[in-house]
């Protein structure tokens, strides 16, 4: 089955800022969603200026997995739109939150914490060591590979500790990281994937895109029982 | 040093229902707030009724431990005071939600799912089995032990899987559930304790006012680093 | 890629028993292995009474998955052959031990603590509820099933907590029992899988097939990175 | 109550290596009891050469929790005591494993695993980050604290992946590592902490003791139920 996904990017970057739109002359999503079609897979983008953020009803019932990159505009995000993803998340769709994308909305309501962090732009060496080599995620990867330049982010990282940790980064400066990080949230499965500053060629890297396209796969929803809740009958004989 | 405990109870019931009012007469907090004072703590209510629901920034900011039970009016607690006692849990505060809390607006804010289940109003036998017999929330308990008459509440239980699982409820009419779940969100413990539907004398039970105490030691703050959050300066050094 | 799949069965109880014979006329493991096959998976039985318990290198190096039963004659497995498949499943190879194999050298070996638990021959209905939905092993799967007679097994179950939950069983008798466990050590997958007493027929039931062949495809060895332990190479220059 | 804790040291290299004399003329155990007993318990060393090692059943029977250093003998240690300190663990006695106990045969023995990792002699600086600041191990640190040389240790650690991650080391030369990993196994809590390096005077630095003598604390055995295991009664009534 070919697996949909809807790369979501903010966007608004790349209208304002030259060095980005130097590096991803057609936009932050555009290096993803070749990726994933190069892999066989049915991907669009969707960014925050079209009508409902392009996240319509539609869009999202017909996408298995939802890649999140924001940073500068994630209070434009409507609360509406927040609500219509998570409950699709809790539904069973697979969402899978690019660096920035810590601070959106939805994944700060997906987690019930505060997702800060440290971080530093000075161009530093990221080396992201994988802690579960037996993990889907990390299939095809070294035991870890480098970023040569790269916004640091540094612990602690305020959000539940994850069901699973694949990746915890090192960074030059002195700081370490969760770098890759698992949680199941109703049917959904969740991955925050920490590298992917605007102004770095991050994206096109093929480690990096690696990992976007296990995480794809891992995230994808799985054909578990419909949940039902509410009232149950009282049972056929008296219990007591 | 004296834990300091809040009770709040959402307290409507007892104003509306007889049936209610004759199992808790002073308060469905009352027999939890005595129970905490006889061992040693100093325990104290808040009702959703006073202002603020009584829950100040003053009273927060001297609350150990808060305790949680709601049912009929969630929706009436104000945003503001959510965010509040959001807060105060990241920052290090204790949080112990008791049954029907599982839909207060808090528990889902922290847990970011649903937080729905099955329910049945039979007055049925609930037998509580600890799963995790070296946590300290199980101190002073046998194997299992059993509540004669209580609502039941099923699976699916819509929360993250719980960092440590410590009790499982076996029920009459066919149903299981993850009776108290331990989640650590920021710097403070949460702990979801499923007893205690308001018609049944539920917390009078040594049994339960025993689980309920050791879960407020259990999450009352540990004094651990303060975080900070944001910026990091340069390196002294160029890095590369 | 067709999965490789050893189903492993003591084959004691088929010698010795009329009534698991009856059962089970062509040894426990067939019904698994049929079924496999019938998956489109290679799949073929060992027994503990061939030479190397028929886990020799090349049986293992050529198996995905393994799949234990065993009961009666825990004792008379070698250590060695314990060693060799301990070696494997670090290295990637995934295990679902079923039933009585809670006892068995190789899943003790794996857990590190007694695996003990509570039992009953009383011929009661299990129903076993889904505490995962998304999880894949739950795939196909209704929100609870039940086997109308079995075995009864009870907490406290001596294992580790598992690092996902999926299945949590209720007996009729009274008890609870966390029914599917899923472990990750070194880079192979483990399920513990609970149902399954020699003279039930278990084993045919659609649902317990199921479970196990989603379990088979959780538990595939992925391409993760080669790990490398020892010593490190200096660094080029002096760090201090 | 008063916690008391045995420090098990193998205590040969301070018989065969001048430099570790030097750094610990009475023991590598001595500053950790010191400390332990200026904390107010009662500690005392136990030995590799001393008959069963120190760790008779009384000494086992009257310990609330065991500290384990060893490196170059741990093949020494006879496999009749480490049954011995297995079996109290999991009946309830804290077990703290540090630095090269990685790979003593009692902390396999309850991991499953070859707890094998990476590891380099360069006097590099070490900096162990606080990932769980509300966790009462982190109690009285800051984010982080230092070591200014110590070995490196770095992952791929073999271990099953901790319930409780509470520090993340960097280490100058490139390498992160899982430093403090909590594990429960039967009633019995564990800790791995990784600093220790015979050869450097990691043990007096008061972070190291402070996270020595909160890990004891959090280990210590809890009075929750005896647990009972085997054959449970026929139910009074048939069930079926």
Redesign the interface.
Known sequence: MTLRVTVWNEGRHEKTHDKVRQVYPEGLHQPIVSFLRDQGMQAHAATLDEPEHGLTETVLAETDVLIWWGHMAHDDVQDAIVDRV?RRV?E?MGLIVLHSGHFSKIFK??????C?????E????E?I????????I??????YFEIP?EE?Y?????V??P???VF?????????F?SGCC???????IFYFRPGHETHPTYYQPEVLRVIVNAVRWAA???????????????LEK??
Do not use: C, I
């Not at 800060?116 to 530093?120: G, I």
């Not at 990390?138 to 035991?143: K, N, P, T, V, Y």
């Not at 949680?183 to 499965?189: A, C, I, L, N, V």
């Open positions: 998570q809790l069973g309501r997906l987690m019930g914490t505060s800060n962090l440290k971080w530093r000075a161009n530093e060496r080396r060591w994988v802690v579960s080599p037996g993990h889907p990390a299939e095809g990867l070294g035991e330049h640091m540094g612990e602690f990282f305020d539940p500790a069901d699973e940790l915890v980064s090192w960074f030059q400066g002195g700081e370490v969760r949680y199941t949230r109703g049917r959904g499965k929803p799985s054909a578990g029982p419909s949940v039902t809740f509410g009232q149950r009958p009282q049972p219990l007591d």
